[in-house]
Structure formats: C-alpha cells, structure tokens
C-alpha cells in the first residue's frame, strides 16, 4: 500500500477518533456469514458482497472473527501466521477489497486477535519444541513434571483436562488453556511480545481500524506455577465453561490474569495511539472477577478502549434485579470502566434460545442494549431475532461441543450459515452444501422475509440503533439513577445537553413506575415506547423513554 493511501485511511475514512464510544459493532463470522465461491464455507469476498446490508443497520463498525492461516482444529482460533489470509476465506486482495468497500461504506473494520495462544503448527512453535536450546526455545510456556511424572501443576484447559501437554522432543509440559494444539506463548518473553506488537502493526499498516482481543486476560501466567485453589460448589456458574466441565471446579487465580498484563496492554494501546481513531475491545474471560479486570484493562487513556465480560451472556435471564446488580457491581468495582455489552456471539447459545424471548422480549431488549451506558456489539443473525439452531451429533464440528456431548452441545448451533432468502435451499448463503446445516427454522426468519415486513424485528433493530445514534446521551452520556422498581428497570443517561430517562418492564406482568417531573418528551414510540405523565403503567416487556434539554 502506497504512503499516500495510507495517509487517505488515516483521514477521510474516520470522521471521529472516539467512533467507538458508544459505537454499535457487528460481528461477522466469516465461515458462516457468505460464500461466494460456492465451497460451502464463508469467505471474504462473501462479506464485501454482503456490506451494503450490514451497512444498512446503522451500525458504526465490524468485527471479524479470524481469518488468518491456520489448521482450523478450533476454526481460525488457532493461527499459524498471524500476517497471511488462509486461502479458505481468499487472499490479502480480498481483504483489502474489504476493507476499502467497508470504509466506502461508512464502516469500521476491527480484526480478531488471538494472541495468547498460536497453533501448534505456528513455526514459531516447530522451533520452539524441537529443543531447549533454541532461539524460542521460551516462546512459550515449558515446565518440567514433578518427580512422578505428572503434569507441573493441576491447572485445567477449558476444553476439558489438564492444561498441559507432554511433548517427547523437549521432556516437558507445555501449557494449552485451550485445545492441545493451541499452546500458550510465554508473554514473560520480551521477544513474544515485540513479535505479536509487530504483527499487530502490520495491520494497522493496512488500515483496520482496531481489534477484538481474544482472551485478553490470558496472555500472562504466574511464573511460579502455582496450583489454583479450589472453588467453593455456590461459587461455581457457567459464564466461561458449561457446568459439566470441571474448569469450574477451580478458582484460576494463578493461570490467568496476572498483574503483569497491564504493562503489555499499555503497550498494546501506545500502539495504536500511532494511527488516529483505532480501537481495542478486549474479551474478558473471568467468572468471579469479570467485572473487576473490565475495570483495570479499561482503566484511564492508556489501556485497553473498552472489554466485555460474560454478565449478558450467560444463560442466567436478564431480569430488572440481576442488571441492577451487575451495573451496582461495576461501580464498585469499576466505575470509570467502559464496557461493551452483548447478549449473543460465537460462543454461547443465541440469547432469544438461552433467555427464552418470544418477539415482544427481543424486542425491549433491543431497545434496552441501545440505551445502556458502553458501546454494544450485534452478532450476525441477532438483527433477525434468530434462536438457536438444531445441530445432530454427526453434524458436529467444534471441539468442545463433542467433547461434552450430550450435556453441552457446544457453539455450533449459534455458528450456522446466516440465512438470506427463505425459498433457497442454503438459504443464499452458498450454493453448495453448507460447512455446518443451514436451519429450517432460521430460514423462516430469512432476510429477504422480514426486509418485506416494516414491522418485522429487523427494523425494530435499525429503527433501535437509529435512536441510540440520535441521542448523545444513550451513545455516550453518563448513566445515574438506577433503580429496580419490582420488574421495571431504569435510569437517567444524561451527555450535559440532555438528558434521556428510560424504563423497561422485565417481568411478565403489567407494572406501574413514577416518572420524573420536568419538562420531558416520549421518544422512540416508533418503537412501541409508552407515553405518559406523573406515572404510567407499562405492560409486559413495554418501556418508556422521555429526553429533556439541559438549559
């Protein structure tokens, strides 16, 4: 890419430096969301075709999960180099197409890095394990066994079993969070982190516009090596792994989320503080203290933009009570962090399933991600109020769902082709057979059906972005006043111009709340919003918003 190109990225294609503050992201499964070379699988030029419609949704920005090269035993997850598109999804061209339409377009492009683990047919691994004398031979995380043989300690992998793997070659562990063939890099390594700063930079050398950070809490280990305590049985949920694994059964203060990660998220953002309106969501896998390490990775301007943790995306219902208590939490625990919510995501049963929401409960949560204090991201399908879909067994194809079969069915059944157009037989995702089955009971919920119908909840979900990017107090404004009135949720957002105060019902019944006094107006009754004064009674998943200007 020539200088001047670069420059032009740097300038007309973002028109704010904090996008992301509150922005709304998409994210796009690229296995799953078009093929257009008719193999069954999705690629990049099948996302460049499909960008005019995500694009429509009023979004600010996308996020891509892994396309680079790798043997895919975890689908991309798993990088054998960081700097080369796996020809499954095309070549360098394709995404510069992509990213170059995407920018035409309005939209953001943030990639998915996975940097505490590699695969193991990275070279940087194949050098590594060949001997301990080696230039890498410390790239990544080697431990002896204890006198009897066994592992170095109990730390467990989240696909089940021990974290550690013998390798004959060196006569000793590795450690793997993660499958078998996803060994940790050793971040206690200066030379592992200048080597993944570096293939960081070659991208944003490219132009993308920031990153989702793959298990950022991760990165570090306690070099000591010492055993994680046991967790106590009330303790244990199934944020971050199902309850059948035994990854519940420890409290993982020593394997992961080591204070040490600080310093290399401070170099991470210095990083891309060098290109101009670049962006760092980093995903925060901790279930005791998730919202805590959301606070120190997003403490500040010199850490990480904005994290997630797994509070809306576990399987517990999002009722009044349960998000006044993850919101009272946070600021305790972290009242100047900035988070970013989801409800779905590649990784967890699609929320309409999980939470079980008929049309009327997907549409006030919609409406109520929109006006919630931090930036928000979509995953693809979610826009059509998609359940989650039926995989048999000999269907199957991640990992971790066959492995804990029938108990956990693992994360294909949110990963199934984006469905287009109903009649089609792979519902114009492909037009061959698809990688995973394409759903018949998705495909009822096809885009080219609910675009037919006004009132269908992909409307409902543009007409939501819409209103969020309308106010300057739902997109970033502070948010006060928090209270759970029985079933209804609410609160104040408020950006020193105005201010918005939103209601929601969560419970299955009619409820009454007290509205504030002053001179408001009801917004977003295209929405279905309740208007009202002094009180009003809000039906079962009714809601209520009314904005103000500040004098």
Request: aromatic share 12%.
């Amino acid at each position: 890419m020539n200088v001047q190109h670069k420059a032009d990225l740097k300038g007309a294609t973002r028109a704010t430096a904090d996008w992301w503050h509150g922005g709304v992201i998409y994210q796009i499964y690229p296995r799953s969301f078009q093929d257009s070379n008719g193999d069954g699988i999705g690629d990049l030029a099948g996302i460049t075709e499909r960008l005019p419609y995500v694009a429509s949704l009023g979004v600010d920005a996308i996020w891509i999960s892994p396309f680079f090269k790798s043997p895919m035993k975890d689908f991309g997850y798993d990088v054998s180099d960081y700097r080369a598109v796996d020809p499954m999804f095309g070549d360098m061209s394709d995404f510069q197409a992509l990213l170059d339409r995407a920018h035409d377009l309005g939209l953001k492009v943030m990639i998915d890095l996975v940097l505490s683990h590699s695969s193991d047919q990275h070279p940087w691994f194949a050098e590594s394990r060949a001997n301990r004398e080696n230039p890498k031979a410390d790239w990544y995380v080697w431990a002896d066994p204890k006198p009897d043989g066994t592992p170095p300690n109990n730390w467990l992998s989240i696909f089940g079993g021990s974290a550690w793997q013998w390798d004959a070659r060196r006569q000793q562990y590795y450690l793997h969070n993660f499958l078998t063939s996803q060994p940790d890099l050793n971040f206690h390594c200066p030379e592992v982190q200048d080597a993944l700063l570096d293939a960081a930079r070659f991208w944003l050398d490219l132009g993308v516009d920031g990153f989702r950070l793959d298990t950022i809490n991760f990165y570090f280990h306690d070099q000591q090596l010492r055993d994680n305590p046991a967790l106590p049985l009330d303790q244990r949920n199934a944020s971050i792994a199902p309850m059948v694994n035994p990854y519940n059964h420890q409290d993982h203060l020593y394997s992961k989320s080591q204070p040490e990660n600080i310093a290399f998220l401070e170099r991470l953002r210095a990083l891309t503080d060098e290109y101009e309106g670049r962006a760092c969501l980093g995903e925060v896998g901790d279930a005791q203290r998730g919202l805590e390490i959301m606070g120190q990775y997003t403490s500040g301007d010199k850490r990480m933009h904005m994290c997630y943790a797994f509070e809306f995306l576990e399987k517990r219902a999002l009722t009044a009570q349960y998000a006044k208590q993850v919101f009272d939490q946070l600021e305790e625990k972290a009242g100047d962090a900035w988070p970013c919510w989801a409800f779905s995501n590649h990784d967890v049963p699609r929320h309409a399933s999980r939470w079980g929401l008929d049309d009327a409960e997907i549409r006030l949560h919609t409406v109520l991600m929109m006006c919630l204090r931090g930036s928000a991201c979509l995953y693809q399908g979610e826009e059509l109020g998609l359940p989650e879909a039926e995989v048999p067994f000999e269907r199957l194809q991640d990992p971790y769902g066959i492995e804990f079969w029938p108990e956990f069915k693992g994360r294909d059944g949110c990963r199934t082709p984006m469905v287009w157009t109903t009649q089609d037989a792979q519902s114009g995702f492909s037009t061959a057979e698809a990688w995973l089955p394409v759903s018949p009971v998705q495909a009822e919920q096809a885009v080219d059906r609910l675009e037919a119908d006004p009132q269908s909840v992909l409307h409902h979900y543009r007409a939501a972005i819409a209103l969020r990017r309308a106010h300057g107090a739902l997109r970033h404004g502070t948010q006060t006043q928090m209270e759970q009135t029985g079933p209804i949720l609410s609160f104040v957002r408020d950006d020193g111009a105005e201010q918005v105060f939103c209601a929601f019902n969560m419970g299955p019944g009619t409820a009454e709340i007290t509205l504030p006094d002053g001179d408001w107006r009801p917004v977003g009754l295209e929405l279905g919003g309740v208007a009202g004064t002094g009180s009003v009674r809000l039906g079962r998943a009714a809601f209520c918003l009314l904005v103000r200007d500040k004098g």
